[in-house]
Protein backbone atom coordinates (compact mmCIF):
# COMPACT_ATOMS: atom_id res chain seq x y z
CA UNK A 1 0.00 0.00 0.00
CA UNK A 2 2.60 2.65 1.01
CA UNK A 3 4.63 1.59 -2.48
CA UNK A 4 1.09 2.10 -4.22
CA UNK A 5 1.20 5.97 -2.09
CA UNK A 6 4.45 6.38 -3.61
CA UNK A 7 3.80 5.51 -7.21
CA UNK A 8 0.46 7.82 -7.09
CA UNK A 9 2.14 10.51 -5.54
CA UNK A 10 4.91 10.96 -8.15
CA UNK A 11 2.10 10.34 -10.83
CA UNK A 12 0.70 13.20 -9.85
CA UNK A 13 3.85 15.22 -10.01
CA UNK A 14 4.77 14.02 -13.63
CA UNK A 15 1.34 15.50 -14.45
CA UNK A 16 1.12 18.39 -12.72
CA UNK A 17 4.84 19.80 -13.64
CA UNK A 18 3.86 19.86 -17.08
CA UNK A 19 1.09 22.69 -17.03
CA UNK A 20 1.12 26.09 -16.30
CA UNK A 21 3.57 28.40 -15.93
CA UNK A 22 6.26 26.25 -12.91
CA UNK A 23 7.09 23.27 -14.95
CA UNK A 24 10.51 23.93 -14.03
CA UNK A 25 9.44 22.08 -10.43
CA UNK A 26 10.85 18.88 -9.45
CA UNK A 27 10.28 16.01 -7.25
CA UNK A 28 11.91 12.82 -6.19
CA UNK A 29 10.61 10.45 -4.08
CA UNK A 30 13.81 7.73 -3.38
CA UNK A 31 13.53 4.52 -0.97
CA UNK A 32 11.22 5.21 2.35
CA UNK A 33 10.71 3.21 5.07
CA UNK A 34 7.72 0.81 5.75
CA UNK A 35 4.79 2.75 7.61
CA UNK A 36 6.52 5.85 5.80
CA UNK A 37 4.02 8.70 4.00
CA UNK A 38 5.15 10.27 1.22
CA UNK A 39 3.94 13.01 -0.61
CA UNK A 40 5.26 15.99 -3.07
CA UNK A 41 2.59 18.29 -3.90
CA UNK A 42 2.83 20.76 -6.41
CA UNK A 43 0.09 23.64 -6.86
CA UNK A 44 0.44 26.11 -10.11
CA UNK A 45 -2.57 28.58 -10.76
CA UNK A 46 -2.84 31.02 -13.04
CA UNK A 47 -6.06 33.10 -13.35
CA UNK A 48 -5.50 35.93 -16.47
CA UNK A 49 -8.75 38.46 -17.13
CA UNK A 50 -8.02 40.99 -19.59
CA UNK A 51 -10.95 43.01 -20.93
CA UNK A 52 -9.75 45.99 -23.15
CA UNK A 53 -13.21 48.18 -24.86
CA UNK A 54 -12.27 51.18 -27.21
CA UNK A 55 -15.25 53.11 -27.77
CA UNK A 56 -14.41 55.76 -29.94
CA UNK A 57 -17.40 58.30 -32.01
CA UNK A 58 -16.21 61.00 -34.17
CA UNK A 59 -18.47 63.40 -35.79
CA UNK A 60 -17.32 65.81 -38.10
CA UNK A 61 -19.35 68.26 -39.99
CA UNK A 62 -18.28 71.30 -42.37
CA UNK A 63 -20.63 73.84 -43.42
CA UNK A 64 -19.66 76.17 -45.55
CA UNK A 65 -21.17 79.49 -47.34
CA UNK A 66 -19.95 81.92 -49.83
CA UNK A 67 -22.21 84.39 -51.69
CA UNK A 68 -21.02 87.08 -53.93
CA UNK A 69 -23.10 90.17 -53.66
CA UNK A 70 -25.38 91.51 -56.66
CA UNK A 71 -24.10 93.75 -59.10
CA UNK A 72 -26.52 96.18 -60.84
CA UNK A 73 -26.34 98.82 -63.02
CA UNK A 74 -29.23 100.36 -63.80
CA UNK A 75 -31.31 103.35 -64.66
CA UNK A 76 -28.53 105.30 -65.56
CA UNK A 77 -27.61 107.78 -68.38
CA UNK A 78 -24.25 107.83 -68.71
CA UNK A 79 -22.97 105.46 -65.38
CA UNK A 80 -19.83 102.85 -64.55
CA UNK A 81 -19.35 99.90 -64.00
CA UNK A 82 -20.53 98.10 -60.63
CA UNK A 83 -18.32 95.06 -59.19
CA UNK A 84 -18.96 93.00 -56.68
CA UNK A 85 -16.15 91.35 -54.60
CA UNK A 86 -14.84 87.53 -53.87
CA UNK A 87 -16.67 85.93 -51.57
CA UNK A 88 -14.24 82.71 -50.15
CA UNK A 89 -14.15 80.15 -47.75
CA UNK A 90 -11.43 77.73 -46.41
CA UNK A 91 -11.41 74.99 -43.75
CA UNK A 92 -8.92 72.38 -42.66
CA UNK A 93 -10.07 69.69 -40.46
CA UNK A 94 -8.17 66.69 -39.22
CA UNK A 95 -9.08 64.43 -36.56
CA UNK A 96 -6.83 61.57 -35.10
CA UNK A 97 -7.65 58.96 -32.82
CA UNK A 98 -5.14 56.51 -31.86
CA UNK A 99 -6.11 53.22 -29.48
CA UNK A 100 -3.12 51.46 -28.50
CA UNK A 101 -3.20 48.85 -25.60
CA UNK A 102 -0.03 46.57 -26.87
CA UNK A 103 1.77 47.80 -23.32
CA UNK A 104 -1.55 46.74 -21.29
CA UNK A 105 -2.79 43.99 -22.25
CA UNK A 106 0.44 42.09 -21.61
CA UNK A 107 0.46 38.77 -19.07
CA UNK A 108 3.16 40.10 -17.06
CA UNK A 109 2.85 36.69 -15.52
CA UNK A 110 7.24 35.99 -15.96
CA UNK A 111 8.24 34.78 -12.27
CA UNK A 112 10.93 32.34 -12.32
CA UNK A 113 10.34 28.95 -10.26
CA UNK A 114 13.36 27.12 -11.74
CA UNK A 115 14.34 26.51 -8.30
CA UNK A 116 11.68 24.56 -6.94
CA UNK A 117 13.55 21.26 -6.05
CA UNK A 118 12.68 18.91 -3.80
CA UNK A 119 13.90 15.14 -3.04
CA UNK A 120 12.22 12.53 -0.30
CA UNK A 121 15.61 10.06 0.58
CA UNK A 122 15.80 7.47 2.40
CA UNK A 123 13.73 7.35 5.32
CA UNK A 124 13.05 5.85 8.56
CA UNK A 125 10.17 3.07 9.64
CA UNK A 126 8.13 6.00 10.80
CA UNK A 127 8.30 8.41 8.82
CA UNK A 128 5.68 10.89 7.33
CA UNK A 129 7.47 13.18 4.61
CA UNK A 130 5.66 15.44 2.81
CA UNK A 131 6.65 18.26 -0.16
CA UNK A 132 4.61 21.27 -1.18
CA UNK A 133 5.22 23.55 -3.71
CA UNK A 134 2.17 26.12 -4.30
CA UNK A 135 2.52 29.08 -7.47
CA UNK A 136 -0.22 30.65 -7.81
CA UNK A 137 -0.67 34.02 -9.66
CA UNK A 138 -3.67 36.16 -10.19
CA UNK A 139 -3.81 39.10 -13.17
CA UNK A 140 -6.81 41.12 -13.59
CA UNK A 141 -6.50 44.08 -15.97
CA UNK A 142 -9.57 45.84 -16.99
CA UNK A 143 -9.11 48.83 -20.02
CA UNK A 144 -12.23 51.38 -21.19
CA UNK A 145 -11.27 53.93 -23.26
CA UNK A 146 -14.10 56.16 -24.39
CA UNK A 147 -13.73 58.90 -26.59
CA UNK A 148 -16.23 61.03 -28.21
CA UNK A 149 -15.34 64.14 -30.37
CA UNK A 150 -17.52 66.38 -31.98
CA UNK A 151 -16.23 68.79 -34.26
CA UNK A 152 -18.31 72.04 -36.49
CA UNK A 153 -16.88 74.17 -38.35
CA UNK A 154 -19.54 76.51 -39.65
CA UNK A 155 -18.09 79.40 -41.97
CA UNK A 156 -20.11 81.96 -44.34
CA UNK A 157 -18.30 84.72 -46.34
CA UNK A 158 -20.42 87.30 -48.03
CA UNK A 159 -19.48 90.37 -50.52
CA UNK A 160 -21.78 93.19 -50.18
CA UNK A 161 -23.80 94.51 -52.94
CA UNK A 162 -22.48 96.92 -55.79
CA UNK A 163 -24.95 98.54 -57.48
CA UNK A 164 -25.24 102.36 -60.11
CA UNK A 165 -28.78 103.56 -60.21
CA UNK A 166 -30.43 106.27 -61.13
CA UNK A 167 -28.15 108.75 -62.38
CA UNK A 168 -27.29 111.06 -64.99
CA UNK A 169 -23.72 110.56 -64.75
CA UNK A 170 -22.76 107.67 -62.08
CA UNK A 171 -19.47 106.31 -61.04
CA UNK A 172 -18.87 102.74 -60.33
CA UNK A 173 -18.84 100.81 -57.68
CA UNK A 174 -16.82 98.30 -56.22
CA UNK A 175 -18.00 96.29 -53.17
CA UNK A 176 -14.39 94.33 -51.29
CA UNK A 177 -13.71 90.62 -51.00
CA UNK A 178 -14.65 88.97 -48.14
CA UNK A 179 -13.27 85.69 -47.00
CA UNK A 180 -12.40 83.36 -44.34
CA UNK A 181 -10.04 80.46 -42.97
CA UNK A 182 -10.27 78.24 -40.15
CA UNK A 183 -7.94 75.23 -39.21
CA UNK A 184 -9.33 72.70 -36.59
CA UNK A 185 -6.88 70.08 -35.70
CA UNK A 186 -8.21 67.09 -33.12
CA UNK A 187 -5.71 64.37 -32.08
CA UNK A 188 -6.58 61.54 -29.39
CA UNK A 189 -3.87 59.18 -27.97
CA UNK A 190 -5.12 56.58 -25.30
CA UNK A 191 -2.33 54.87 -24.72
CA UNK A 192 -2.51 51.82 -22.26
Do not use: R
Amino acid sequence: MKSLLKILAAAVLAISLTTGLAAAATGTIDTTGPESYNAINHENEVDTDVEVSNDTNVDGEINQEAASGDAKVAKNTNAGDAESGDAENEADAEVVVENDNSDAAGCGCAWDVADNDASIDTTGPHSTNEVNFANKYNYELDIENNTDVNANVNQSAYSGDAGVYKNTNGGSATTGSASNKSSLKIHVNNQN
